[in-house]
């Protein structure tokens, strides 16, 4: 399957403290994005990094891509509660025109 | 702009009824996307569109599902006749792009069936 793999399953911090979460596919990639959803709520597009890119940051969030390892990761710096929510990654291979979703990390930020 | 407009929001109905999930997706946007999540198998593709057309119905469960997007404005997913492991939050996402450069998805529906 080329769908992504989330590692953790589920992580719990406290608030200012940072997240990170990682992403496992198995296939050629033309780019990988990063979605969170909040309870209830469709999922949100947080940032995009490309197969030439090994790195990118958008505000609090960095994302890294390591194509050799099919792998990517997502760090959130000094969390918040209002970071509280699932986290998906999802890869565009360009073979189809669509993203293929993983399975998703649950975040928790506690006070 | 108004995004992705999913209705309804909640639906619960019976056992072998029709039920109709509609989705408007953003103006200029020629991607369409139907998923379904549940806590069991997470995010599911079920149907997409580019410019109207079905692309990839792979993921429709069964015949009892069918979606239609008979203009660039609106799509329907129909689920005919119903039961209740059809119970999920359908979301309907759009993308101007194909998905490259990212969808943008609905609040969802949350159906119900008893």
């Known amino acids: 399957s080329q769908q992504g793999e989330e590692d953790p399953q589920a992580l719990s911090i406290q608030e200012g403290e940072n997240a990170t979460m990682n992403c496992s596919y198995k296939?050629?990639?033309?780019?990988l994005q990063w979605y969170r959803q909040n309870s209830g709520r469709g999922l949100v597009h947080l940032i995009l990094?490309?197969?030439?890119?090994r790195e990118k940051h958008s505000g609090r969030l960095r994302v890294t891509l390591d194509t050799s390892k099919k792998s990517s990761s997502l760090l959130i710096t000094a969390s918040r509660a209002a970071d509280t929510a699932s986290y998906f990654c999802?890869?565009?291979?360009?073979?189809?025109?669509?993203?293929?979703f993983g399975t998703g990390t649950r975040l928790q930020v506690t006070l | 702009d108004a995004g992705v407009i999913q209705s309804p929001r909640h639906e619960v109905t019976e056992m072998g009824q029709e039920v109709t999930l509609r989705c408007k997706p953003i103006?200029?946007?020629?991607?369409l996307f139907w998923y379904r999540q549940t806590m069991m198998r997470g995010l599911e593709l079920l149907i997409y569109?580019?410019?109207?057309?079905?692309?990839?119905d792979s993921g429709m469960p069964e015949d009892r599902f069918s979606a239609k997007m008979p203009n660039a404005s609106f799509s329907t997913l129909k689920i005919q006749p119903s039961e209740p492991r059809d119970s999920a939050v359908y979301f309907c996402?759009?993308?101007?792009?194909?998905?490259?450069?990212?969808?943008?998805f609905g609040s969802g529906t949350r159906l119900t069936v008893v």
């Open positions: 996402a759009s993308s101007p792009t194909g998905g490259i450069s990212g969808y943008t």
């Open positions: 296939t050629s990639i033309n780019n």
């Open positions: 990094i490309r197969s030439n890119e």
């Open positions: 999802a890869i565009y291979t360009g073979t189809a025109s669509k993203l293929t």
């Open positions: 103006s200029g946007h020629n991607s």
């Open positions: 569109f580019n410019n109207n057309v079905p692309i990839d």
